[in-house]
């Protein structure tokens, strides 16, 4: 990073309630946040920022103290998170599909004494935290009907706004006073993040980090300032809340929130957003809309299937956590829409390299973003330094345990190559490595993506590790599967019957021989398995962003993969 560019010496000095500030200032009147037919100005959203800033300042909430959130993709969401950065406090974001457990324990582990709840999934999931907590003070709900009246420590929405009121009133300068005093080096966000395996750990990103690693973004897009977003992951994802977030304010976006992911291919025809990002899941299922129109039929369609779609105005739709097909991205480069691949952490406050317009070259994950260093150290594991790396992890005494070595870089966990004009190949992660009996290093990844890459299969788990061939474990598309079925008159009560239909069994059969045809001898699938109960976050099987939890499968299955190599 050059002295000279003046937008990075910019964000390593400013925070996030200083963008904010000055999108209020200057687009007073632009349209900010859409939530249904809900539409917030900047100068209204400015308003309710205050009051809720008031209000939980009016709950005790001081500089440096987390607010713990679980409410899904909505306006007040999107409005408190800024608000409590505005008190120097640190907004967390919990994934909705956490456990009873897992909420407990990140409650215990950051010491939280004001948390925001959506409604009665939520307090079920808190239920546990709620006996136990002796830190949690005040507990906000936005569904008055889910409340538990006889818990004191229970408030409406509409409580913490009249109570923000009421102190504005006293004091009309609290929290002006609050956000002038925030520095770019303290804390901004926690997120947790277990990764595949491992107990939870909180990423804390700072201002600096968030505010650069926008400023970095707005580089590579050149996002155009007003230009609409979907908010539709989970706010616990560092990528949903650059772009729905941070980013947003520093482009003045105009944001709007889609709370149902079932919802989401209405949604983006209706926002047309310039940045969209998705993780490979969601580009599936969004390809099943036009998969079935010939090749030959689709770059005439094109346009009318890029409008279709609302992907007609994205300049950057994007894909990152996890590895996309080629194949996928082939379909969507037929109807003319370039998915970028791009690649990151929640250690890097999101992406660290993207593909981009000018700058794309498919396979990869991109170049690094301005201001960022990449380089790969010589086990083939991926180093990262720049202003975008975290903080550290939170430690359970307040502390926090830095992430990088002594020379700054970040040891990131995955495996990867730089071609001469420094595109990025995550070809895998260092400890999922299979080591084959023969000595062989397989990359269990890119055989997956061979077996996923049948819109039959949702996932694909291979397995081989210390032995003398591969085995998977497959598992249907929930929405892909039945369709399929009934197309050709399968009649079936359940995926689990399904799986064991001769069709369905000779169908995978070639799906499986034609990824082997993609793969050389070591690794290629000698025998699989076609399980009868699909895989998801609540059971276990996956990430919160549906990453494969290798240890947890690995563990359930344990029987079924000894018989693939005893049978």
């Not at 608000?83 to 456990?99: D, E, I, Q």
Request: charged letters at 25%.
């Amino acid at each position: 990073m050059k002295d000279s560019e003046a937008w990075a010496v910019a964000a390593l000095e400013t925070t996030v309630p200083q963008l904010f500030s000055r999108n209020v200032a200057e687009f007073p009147q632009q349209p900010a946040l859409t939530d249904g037919d809900r539409t917030l100005t900047w100068a209204q959203a400015h308003h309710e920022v205050e009051v809720l800033a008031a209000g939980l300042a009016g709950l005790g909430l001081q500089r440096g103290q987390p607010l713990l959130i679980m409410v899904p993709n909505r306006v007040e969401h999107w409005l408190i998170d800024v608000a409590a950065t505005h008190l120097g406090a640190v907004p967390c974001t919990l994934y909705p599909t956490l456990s009873q457990d897992q909420v407990h324990y990140v409650a215990h582990h950051n010491r939280a004494k004001v948390v925001l709840l959506d409604g009665a999934d939520q307090l079920r999931r808190w239920s546990k935290t709620l006996r136990n907590a002796s830190d949690l003070e005040h507990v906000v709900v936005l569904d008055e009907e889910a409340m538990v009246s006889a818990d004191e420590r229970f408030r409406t929405w509409d409580r913490l706004r009249a109570l923000g009121e009421r102190r504005l009133r006293e004091d009309p300068e609290l929290v002006q006073r609050a956000s002038a005093a925030v520095r770019p080096a303290d804390p901004a966000a926690i997120l947790y993040t277990s990764g595949t395996t491992g107990q939870q750990k909180g990423v804390v990103v700072t201002h600096r980090n968030i505010c650069f690693g926008a400023a970095a973004l707005h580089q590579a897009t050149q996002a155009e300032r007003h230009s609409t977003r979907i908010s539709y992951l989970p706010l616990a994802h560092i990528a949903e809340r650059m772009v729905g977030i941070y980013a947003a304010i520093h482009d003045v976006a105009h944001v709007h929130f889609c709370a149902d992911q079932q919802k989401l291919a209405a949604a983006l025809g209706r926002t047309r957003p310039y940045l969209f990002f998705a993780v490979p899941r969601v580009w599936e299922k969004l390809a099943a809309a036009f998969r079935d129109v010939p090749p030959d039929q689709r770059s005439r369609a094109g346009r009318r299937l890029r409008t279709r779609l609302g992907l007609d105005h994205a300049g950057w739709p994007s894909s990152g956590a996890a590895p996309i097909d080629r194949e996928l991205l082939d379909l969507f480069s037929s109807i003319g829409v370039d998915i970028f691949e791009l690649w990151g952490l929640t250690e890097t406050s999101g992406c660290a390299t993207t593909n981009r317009a000018g700058a794309h070259r498919p396979g990869t994950v991109g170049r690094a973003l301005p201001g960022v260093e990449v380089r790969i150290a010589d086990d083939g594991e991926v180093l990262v330094r720049g202003p975008l790396v975290c903080a550290g992890y939170l430690e359970p005494d307040g502390a926090i345990e830095p992430v990088t070595d002594i020379d700054g870089w970040l040891h990131t966990g995955d495996v990867g190559v730089l071609d001469a004009d420094g595109y990025l190949s995550i070809t895998d992660r260092k400890k999922e490595l299979i080591i084959s009996s023969g000595g062989k290093n397989i990359a269990p990844t890119a055989v997956e993506n061979a077996l996923r890459a049948h819109p039959l299969l949702g996932h694909a788990l291979v397995f081989g590790d210390r032995r003398p061939y591969l085995v998977a474990l497959l598992v249907l598309d929930e929405d892909t599967a039945p369709k399929w079925a009934r197309e050709r008159g399968i009649t079936f009560a359940s995926l689990g019957e399904l799986a064991e239909h001769p069709a369905v069994q000779a169908e995978v059969a070639a799906a499986v021989a034609a990824a082997n045809e993609r793969l050389n001898r070591p690794e290629q699938v000698k025998r699989y398995r076609v399980l009868a109960h699909p895989w998801g976050v609540e059971n276990g099987e996956l990430t919160p962003t549906l990453k494969l939890k290798r240890r947890v499968i690995h563990e359930k299955y344990a029987d079924v993969i000894d018989q693939l190599y005893t049978t």
